[in-house]
C-alpha cells in the first residue's frame, strides 16, 4: 500500500473491457493475460452472459437463501452435478468465494465425522506449496509461509502438512486415524508458481484416502471450468472426491459465487430432527445469488454452443509452441511449466544453476510492469511470470501476450 500511494505512483484504472481487452481511464488497451486473476473465461462484456443477467435483473435481483430458494440456483445446481456420473456428487452447497468453497468443505467433513460417532477425525492432510484461501481455516492449510506466517499458530494443530505424495506411506496408524479429510490442488499447485503434481498423484491420493477411511476434498477453484483442457481437472485421473470446491470462473468471471458439491452420503449424516441438532450452520447472505446463478449458467451454456473445450485444446498447443519458441531461448527463463490455458514460466538469475533472483528485487513483478507498456496486463507469483489468457483470446491475441512478456525480459533483466 506504501508504494500504492507513493505520489509517483500512477495506478492504472479500468474503465470499459470487450472479450481479451481492458481499456484504461486514459484510452491505453491492454490484454487480460491473466483472465482477471484467473476468473474470466469466455471474455469480458460476452453478450449470452449480460442478457442472462439482465433477464434476471428484470425479475430480480437476490433473495434470501436461507429457508428459500429460486430457479436459477435449483437450475444451476442440477447443471453442476450433472457433470459427473450418477449417484456421485448429488449435492450443492453455495457460497461466495473459494475460500468459502473451502471453509464449508473443511466445517461439514469434521461436522460429518461428529454425526457418524468418531469425533476424533477432526484434523486435515494438506500438502507443502498449497494454497487454499485466505480466510483462517483455509489459509491454515496452506503449505506457503509468505500466506500462512502472518496466522502462525491459528489452528496449525489441526492441519498435517507432508511434502508430497510419497511421504503418506510414512504415517502410523494413530495420526491417520485423526484425519477427517485431505485437501489438495489437482494436477497443479496455482500461488506455489504453476506447479504441476506428478502424473498420478491425483489417483494415488483417493486410492490411499479410501483404503484409510478419509475424505477427500478437491480444490479446483482455479482448474475448474476447462482451465486444465477438460471441463475439471479431476476428470484426467478419472478421480471423484467426496467434496468438490468450485469458484472463480463459476460465473464466466462477472459475479462472486462459489459452491462445494458432494455426496449422497456427506448429506445424508445431517438429516434429522431440529432436536437433534444435525444442522450444518453455516450461510452467507448473497448465497445462491440470483444474478451470479444467472451468469454461471450462461457461461456453462456457452461451453456447448461454442465448442469451447475444442478451442481451450487448440490454443493450449498454440501457447506452447510460443512459450517454447519466444520465451525458452531467452538466459534468464528456467522451466516454462504448462498444462491447458495455464502457464508458469520462471525468471532465474543462473538457470543452469537454478540460482534465483534476490526475492526483494521483485524482477516477477518488474517484468510485468515493462510489459505493460507493450499492451499485457498480468501479475507474476514471486518470480514466476503468469500467463491464463481468456478462452476467447484469439492467435493474434495470444503472440501478442507472449511477446509482451518477451520484451519484459529483455528490457528489465538482459538490457542491465
Given at each position: 500500500?506504501?508504494?500504492?500511494?507513493?505520489?509517483?505512483?500512477?495506478?492504472?484504472?479500468?474503465?470499459?473491457?470487450?472479450?481479451?481487452?481492458?481499456?484504461?481511464?486514459?484510452?491505453?488497451?491492454?490484454?487480460?493475460?491473466?483472465?482477471?486473476?484467473?476468473?474470466?473465461?469466455?471474455?469480458?462484456?460476452?453478450?449470452?452472459i449480460?442478457?442472462?443477467?439482465?433477464?434476471?435483473?428484470?425479475?430480480?435481483?437476490?433473495?434470501?437463501?436461507?429457508?428459500?430458494?429460486?430457479?436459477?440456483?435449483?437450475?444451476?445446481?442440477?447443471?453442476?452435478?450433472?457433470?459427473?456420473?450418477?449417484?456421485?456428487?448429488?449435492?450443492v452447497?453455495?457460497?461466495?468465494?473459494?475460500?468459502?468453497?473451502?471453509?464449508?468443505?473443511?466445517?461439514?467433513?469434521?461436522?460429518?465425522w461428529?454425526?457418524?460417532?468418531?469425533?476424533?477425525?477432526?484434523?486435515?492432510?494438506s500438502?507443502?506449496?498449497?494454497?487454499?484461501?485466505?480466510?483462517?481455516?483455509?489459509?491454515?492449510?496452506?503449505?506457503?509461509?509468505?500466506?500462512?506466517?502472518p496466522?502462525?499458530?491459528?489452528?496449525?494443530?489441526?492441519?498435517?502438512?507432508?511434502?508430497?505424495?510419497?511421504?503418506?506411506?510414512t504415517?502410523?496408524p494413530?495420526?491417520?486415524?485423526?484425519?477427517?479429510?485431505?485437501?489438495?490442488?489437482?494436477?497443479?499447485?496455482?500461488?506455489?508458481?504453476?506447479?504441476l503434481?506428478p502424473?498420478?498423484?491425483?489417483?494415488?491420493?483417493?486410492a490411499?484416502?479410501?483404503?484409510?477411511?478419509i475424505?477427500?476434498?478437491?480444490?479446483?477453484?482455479?482448474?475448474?471450468?476447462?482451465?486444465?483442457?477438460?471441463?475439471?481437472?479431476?476428470e484426467?485421473?478419472?478421480?471423484?472426491?467426496?467434496?468438490?470446491?468450485l469458484?472463480?470462473?463459476?460465473?464466466?468471471g462477472?459475479l462472486?459465487?462459489?459452491?462445494t458439491?458432494?455426496?449422497?452420503r456427506i448429506?445424508?449424516?445431517?438429516?434429522?430432527?431440529?432436536?437433534?441438532?444435525?444442522?450444518?450452520f453455516?450461510?452467507h447472505?448473497y448465497?445462491?445469488?440470483?444474478?451470479?446463478?444467472?451468469?454461471?449458467?450462461?457461461?456453462?451454456?456457452?461451453?456447448?454452443?461454442?465448442?469451447?473445450?475444442?478451442?481451450?485444446q487448440?490454443?493450449?498447443?498454440?501457447?506452447s509452441?510460443?512459450?517454447?519458441?519466444?520465451?525458452?531461448?531467452?538466459?534468464?527463463?528456467g522451466?516454462?511449466?504448462?498444462?491447458?490455458?495455464?502457464?508458469?514460466?520462471?525468471?532465474?538469475?543462473?538457470p543452469?544453476?537454478?540460482?534465483?533472483?534476490?526475492?526483494?528485487?521483485?524482477?516477477?513483478?518488474?517484468?510485468?510492469?515493462?510489459?505493460?507498456a507493450?499492451?499485457?496486463l498480468?501479475?507474476?507469483?514471486?518470480?514466476?511470470?503468469?500467463?491464463?489468457?481468456?478462452?476467447?483470446?484469439?492467435?493474434d491475441?495470444?503472440?501478442?501476450?507472449?511477446?509482451?512478456?518477451?520484451?519484459?525480459?529483455?528490457?528489465?533483466?538482459?538490457?542491465?
Amino acid at each position: 500500500m506504501q508504494d500504492w500511494c507513493a505520489p509517483e505512483h500512477e495506478p492504472i484504472v479500468i474503465t470499459s473491457a470487450r472479450a481479451a481487452t481492458l481499456r484504461d481511464s486514459r484510452g491505453r488497451e491492454y490484454l487480460d493475460g491473466n483472465s482477471s486473476i484467473w476468473t474470466n473465461l469466455h471474455g469480458h462484456n460476452h453478450p449470452r452472459i449480460n442478457a442472462a443477467i439482465a433477464a434476471q435483473l428484470n425479475a430480480f435481483a437476490h433473495c434470501s437463501f436461507l429457508g428459500l430458494t429460486h430457479p436459477r440456483a435449483i437450475e444451476l445446481g442440477t447443471a453442476l452435478i450433472g457433470f459427473f456420473p450418477a449417484d456421485t456428487l448429488t449435492r450443492v452447497f453455495f457460497s461466495d468465494d473459494g475460500s468459502t468453497a473451502i471453509e464449508a468443505a473443511l466445517r461439514m467433513s469434521r461436522q460429518y465425522w461428529q454425526l457418524v460417532g468418531q469425533p476424533e477425525r477432526r484434523r486435515f492432510l494438506s500438502f507443502e506449496h498449497a494454497y487454499h484461501g485466505d480466510t483462517l481455516g483455509a489459509a491454515s492449510l496452506g503449505g506457503i509461509p509468505l500466506f500462512r506466517q502472518p496466522i502462525a499458530g491459528q489452528n496449525e494443530s489441526d492441519t498435517l502438512r507432508l511434502a508430497d505424495i510419497a511421504a503418506l506411506e510414512t504415517l502410523d496408524p494413530a495420526t491417520v486415524g485423526t484425519l477427517a479429510a485431505a485437501v489438495i490442488e489437482p494436477l497443479v499447485q496455482g500461488a506455489a508458481g504453476m506447479k504441476l503434481w506428478p502424473p498420478g498423484t491425483l489417483a494415488r491420493l483417493r486410492a490411499w484416502c479410501d483404503r484409510h477411511g478419509i475424505l477427500l476434498i478437491l480444490d479446483e477453484v482455479m482448474t475448474g471450468f476447462g482451465r486444465t483442457g477438460t471441463m475439471f481437472a479431476c476428470e484426467q485421473e478419472n478421480v471423484l472426491p467426496d467434496f468438490l470446491c468450485l469458484a472463480k470462473g463459476l460465473t464466466g468471471g462477472y459475479l462472486p459465487l462459489a459452491a462445494t458439491l458432494t455426496t449422497e452420503r456427506i448429506y445424508a449424516a445431517f438429516l434429522g430432527e431440529y432436536h437433534e441438532l444435525k444442522t450444518f450452520f453455516y450461510g452467507h447472505s448473497y448465497t445462491a445469488n440470483a444474478l451470479g446463478c444467472a451468469a454461471a449458467l450462461a457461461s456453462l451454456a456457452l461451453f456447448c454452443d461454442e465448442d469451447t473445450l475444442t478451442r481451450i485444446q487448440i490454443l493450449s498447443r498454440n501457447l506452447s509452441t510460443l512459450l517454447q519458441a519466444r520465451l525458452a531461448p531467452l538466459p534468464p527463463v528456467g522451466e516454462i511449466r504448462q498444462i491447458g490455458l495455464i502457464a508458469g514460466i520462471d525468471l532465474l538469475a543462473d538457470p543452469a544453476t537454478k540460482r534465483p533472483f534476490p526475492w526483494q528485487a521483485q524482477t516477477g513483478a518488474r517484468v510485468c510492469h515493462a510489459a505493460r507498456a507493450h499492451g499485457l496486463l498480468t501479475r507474476p507469483i514471486r518470480d514466476t511470470l503468469v500467463l491464463m489468457p481468456p478462452y476467447c483470446t484469439t492467435d493474434d491475441e495470444l503472440a501478442r501476450m507472449v511477446e509482451a512478456l518477451r520484451l519484459g525480459i529483455l528490457e528489465t533483466i538482459c538490457a542491465r
